[in-house]
C-alpha cells in the first residue's frame, strides 16, 4: 500500500503502469493528462498533484523507436528493390512517409510507458556509496 498525501492506494501491477504509460496518463492515479503538448510534459498531474519533476527518460524512447523504425523500413525498402528495382525518387516517396509514420506516431507513447515503467519501479539516479560511515 502507498501512503500518499493521506490516501492509501493499492499498489499497481506493471500491466496497470504499462497501460496507463501508453494511454499518456499520469502514473501514479492513471486519470490526469502527462503532456502538455506533442512531447512537453505538464508540470503536474490535475488530477492527484503528482509533480513531474522525477521524470527523466533521457534518449531512451526515442533509441527504441529508431530501432523498431530502422528495422522495418529498411526491410521494406530492400525487399521493394530486390523484387522491383523501382527509380531512386519512387524509394523517396514511398519511404519518407513510411519513416515518419513509424518514428513520431509511436514515439509519444513510447515516452509515456517509459515513465510509467519508471515511476512504478521507483527507477532514480545512481548514487555513489558513502564508505566513510
Not at 55 to 68: E, Q, R, S, V, Y
Not at 71 to 89: D, H, R, S, T
Not at 104 to 124: C, G, N, T, V, Y
Request: glycine share 8%; charged share 15%.
Amino acid at each position: 500500500m502507498n501512503d500518499t498525501a493521506g490516501k492509501t492506494e493499492p499498489e499497481t501491477t506493471v500491466l496497470q503502469s504499462a497501460l496507463r504509460g501508453l494511454a499518456c496518463r499520469c502514473p501514479r492515479c492513471g486519470q490526469g493528462k502527462l503532456y502538455a503538448g506533442f512531447l512537453n510534459l505538464a508540470p503536474a498531474c490535475d488530477r492527484c498533484g503528482l509533480d513531474y519533476a522525477f521524470i527523466d527518460t533521457g534518449d531512451g524512447p526515442a533509441i527504441f523507436i529508431i530501432m523498431l523504425a530502422g528495422g522495418i523500413v529498411v526491410a521494406a525498402a530492400l525487399i521493394v528493390e530486390v523484387k522491383y528495382q523501382p527509380p531512386y525518387w519512387l524509394h523517396a516517396v514511398l519511404w519518407l512517409p513510411l519513416i515518419l509514420a513509424t518514428t513520431l506516431l509511436p514515439l509519444r507513447a513510447m515516452k509515456s510507458l517509459l515513465i510509467a515503467l519508471q515511476f512504478h519501479h521507483k527507477a532514480a539516479p545512481g548514487r555513489l556509496v558513502d564508505r566513510a560511515k
